[in-house]
């Protein structure tokens, strides 16, 4: 369908495991909108803000990619015994903030902050809170909200 809307998935992969449940739930909420996506990966939250302003950059140089109607960013942090958690938590959501609202993007945050893995999990299983459905679900919303302000080219 041609006015589906084409999703950037980004993926930090420090805790795999869990980033990988986040990712299955965010796959499975936007295939049930219809919608497409692209899965990228990087190595960690710090990140995720690069690797959606490279995609975002990209359109000014190279045409041939499909453009992105939105970006779902997932990821976990958790606190560990030094400040770096604060820090990085901060950067990545002020980084990711920065970015939709300097290139008015539709951005669905799913960076969970947590304190132990066993908090993550249950935020991470699609059994359970199912964060990265939640991520996807915000971005499919804040796309048909920039539809609705004919913000997009579609």
């Given at each position: ?71 779902v960013a997932l ?14 938590a901060a950067e ?38 199912n964060r990265g ?22």
């Amino acid at each position: 369908m041609a006015d589906a809307p084409h999703i950037m998935i980004v993926e930090a992969r420090f805790h795999e495991d869990i980033g990988e449940e986040l990712v299955r739930g965010a796959m499975a909420e936007i295939a049930k909108a219809g919608a497409t996506h692209e899965h990228f990966q990087v190595p960690g939250a710090f990140e995720l803000p690069a690797a959606i302003q490279y995609s975002v950059k990209s359109m000014d140089f190279y045409s041939g990619r499909r453009r992105f109607d939105g970006y779902v960013a997932l990821g976990c942090l958790i606190r560990g015994e030094t400040t770096h958690y604060d820090t990085v938590a901060a950067e990545c959501a002020r980084g990711l903030n920065d970015l939709a609202l300097r290139h008015t993007l539709a951005l669905g945050y799913g960076v969970l902050t947590v304190e132990n893995r066993e908090q993550a999990w249950v935020r991470a299983s699609v059994a359970q809170k199912n964060r990265g459905a939640d991520a996807a679900r915000a971005c499919l919303e804040m796309i048909e909200l920039k539809r609705q302000f004919r913000l997009t080219s579609r």
